[in-house]
């Protein structure tokens, strides 16, 4: 039970000190200025001790940029594996543009719900709604777990769909523009454009391709890892290399998928003449034979993205888009499309079920034709 001692100080002031164990037996103690204050700090604080919610007031002295150091570097994910370093340098990168310099010297214990309100409104407001959504997430997740190691008692981040990025439907090409862009690009190209059209890898999918990933004869490609590229100064953090092979996005990311009976040739043809040798050799490799960069890839999209007339906003990753579309109009379920996205959610699957005018006329003149099969039976059964 907390105790309540009245005090005089030396200069006639009158105190209240508050006297109470913690859960470990410890003696603490707090002063206040008014009887009633001290009062409701001792009821709360034996309400909080009793329902096991108590935090020590002291754990929370620790800075943000201290604690979310910490997190980053010991943060693993659901499936118990240590973070990507592509996601390492995404958090990094985004505490340190975003994050830290608001909170970055502030204790654990003095981030409010209004501060955090502030700040995000600032940096929606500066015109970053998708970085603002993302690092609102980011955010969150580190004082949820300050919350779990009882050095906060409660997350302030309290902004409800603040975390949700409400970005606009992706462009999809058609199937004129994807081989227009395919014959714009610089030859050695060429078949990762199709790649990620026909098979719907991702970017750091298909440049981590060997060659025994692609089985012509039974048209199928496997994807066993992703190449992954980090800057200097992350790879001398993590003690790595700027350039390696690490695991798939998710589990569900480790997948052997058909492929279809246009993209064999064009494969064949590329393995023939520009990827490295040996079974191990990356099908995908630069001008020199290095393994691909987004950078120098850039570089050579822009120009044949214009030529092939696509938007500006049009990037290598909505040629994924533009095959799960396809794949979904085709009467994909939704866990064939999970299988081809290597996705273990529905969640992504889904966004490709929608329907699109075309197949909207498509699946309305189907039901059109049932219904009036059905009247027009009828009718002539009564004729007859």
Excluded at 92 to 99: E, P
Excluded at 122 to 136: E, I, S
Aim: proline residues 5%; charged residues 25%.
């Amino acid at each position: 039970m907390a105790s309540i001692v009245k005090r005089q100080t030396s200069k006639g002031d009158t105190h209240y000190l508050v006297r109470y164990r913690d859960p470990s037996g410890k003696v603490r103690n707090k002063t206040f200025r008014r009887a009633e204050d001290a009062r409701r700090f001792a009821s709360t604080t034996e309400a909080d001790m009793v329902r096991g919610a108590w935090v020590d007031p002291n754990a929370g002295r620790v800075l943000f940029r201290d604690y979310a150091a910490r997190w980053v570097a010991e943060r693993t994910t659901s499936r118990g594996r240590k973070l990507a370093p592509r996601t390492v340098e995404l958090y990094r990168s985004q505490l340190a543009k975003h994050i830290e310099p608001t909170f970055g010297d502030v204790d654990l214990s003095k981030i409010t719900v209004a501060a955090v309100r502030s700040w995000h409104s600032q940096l929606v407001g500066r015109g970053h709604p998708t970085a603002a959504a993302k690092c609102y997430r980011l955010l969150r997740a580190i004082l949820a777990t300050a919350v779990e190691d009882d050095l906060i008692l409660k997350n302030p981040c309290t902004i409800k769909g603040a975390g949700v990025e409400r970005s606009g439907e992706r462009p999809v090409a058609t199937a004129d523009q994807v081989w227009d862009l395919a014959d714009e690009i610089d030859d050695h190209l060429r078949a990762f454009i199709l790649v990620g059209a026909f098979a719907g890898l991702r970017f750091s999918e298909a440049a981590g391709l060997q060659r025994r990933h692609v089985d012509l004869l039974h048209r199928t490609i496997t994807v066993e890892h992703q190449l992954e590229r980090v800057s200097k100064a992350t790879a001398e953090h993590l003690g790595m290399d700027t350039v390696g092979f690490g695991p798939p996005k998710s589990d569900a990311g480790y997948r052997t998928l058909a492929i279809p009976a246009p993209l064999v040739p064009e494969l064949e043809r590329h393995l023939g003449i520009y990827a490295a040798p040996g079974p191990d050799g990356l099908v995908f490799v630069g001008p020199l034979g290095a393994p691909l960069s987004r950078g120098n890839f850039t570089h050579q999209w822009k120009p044949a993205r214009i030529a092939a007339g696509l938007p500006a906003g049009f990037r290598y990753h909505d040629l994924r888009h533009t095959h799960m579309t396809a794949a979904a109009e085709s009467g994909a379920s939704t866990k064939e499309l999970m299988r081809r996205l290597g996705q273990s959610s529905p969640a992504a699957a889904l966004r490709y079920q929608h329907a699109t005018d075309r197949r909207d006329v498509e699946i309305a003149d189907a039901v059109g034709a049932t219904l009036r099969r059905r009247s027009d039976d009828r009718r002539a059964g009564q004729g007859a």
